[in-house]
C-alpha cells in the first residue's frame, strides 16, 4: 500500500466521513431554507405542504440528505450505505436535541421529513459506489 493511502477496514465506521456528509447536508439546507424564505417567509418556522414551495423545500431539503449520504458514502469507501444512512441518523439527533432544548418544539412533520432522510442519505451512500474507477494508462 502506498504512503499516502488511508486504510481501509470493512465494518469499520469512518466518522470524519459522516461528519463532512452531514456539514454538507447542513450547508445546503440552510441554502436551501434563505432562498425559500425570500418566497415564502413562513418556510423559516415550518415546513408546510399547503402550497408548491413548501413541498418543493421538503423535496429538496431531503435530497440535500442525500447528497451529503453520497458524499459520505464516497469519503468512506466502504460500508457505503451505512455511513450514508448515518447522516440522516446525526440529522434525527440533532433534530431532537433542538427539539428538546430549544426555545420552541421542532414540529412534527420536519422530524418524519428527517426519517424519510435517512432513508434517502441510505440510497445516496448506495448510489456512492456505482461511480466507475478511473483505469490506470
Known amino acids: 500500500m502506498g504512503a499516502?493511502?488511508?486504510?481501509?477496514?470493512?465494518?469499520r465506521i469512518m466518522w470524519f466521513a459522516i461528519a463532512i456528509g452531514?456539514?454538507?447536508?447542513?450547508?445546503?439546507s440552510l441554502i436551501i431554507t434563505a432562498?425559500?424564505?425570500q418566497y415564502d417567509p413562513e418556510?423559516?418556522?415550518k415546513i408546510t405542504f399547503a402550497t408548491g414551495a413548501g413541498a418543493l423545500v421538503a423535496v429538496l431539503l431531503v435530497v440535500s440528505?442525500?447528497?451529503?449520504?453520497?458524499?459520505?458514502?464516497?469519503?468512506?469507501?466502504?460500508?457505503?450505505?451505512?455511513?450514508?444512512?448515518?447522516?440522516?441518523?446525526?440529522?434525527?439527533?440533532i433534530l431532537l436535541f433542538t427539539s428538546f432544548f430549544g426555545a420552541e418544539p421542532v414540529p412534527l412533520i420536519n422530524t418524519l421529513l428527517q426519517c424519510v432522510a435517512v432513508v434517502v442519505g441510505g440510497l445516496g451512500g448506495w448510489l456512492s459506489q456505482w461511480i466507475p474507477k478511473q483505469t490506470q494508462p
Open 43 to 45: 418556510l423559516g418556522q
Open 4 to 11: 499516502g493511502r488511508m486504510n481501509v477496514i470493512p465494518g
Open 65 to 93: 440528505t442525500g447528497f451529503g449520504g453520497w458524499l459520505a458514502g464516497r469519503l468512506a469507501k466502504t460500508e457505503h450505505v451505512l455511513h450514508g444512512a448515518l447522516v440522516g441518523g446525526l440529522g434525527i439527533i
Open 35 to 37: 432562498i425559500s424564505q
Open 22 to 28: 452531514l456539514i454538507a447536508d447542513n450547508l445546503i
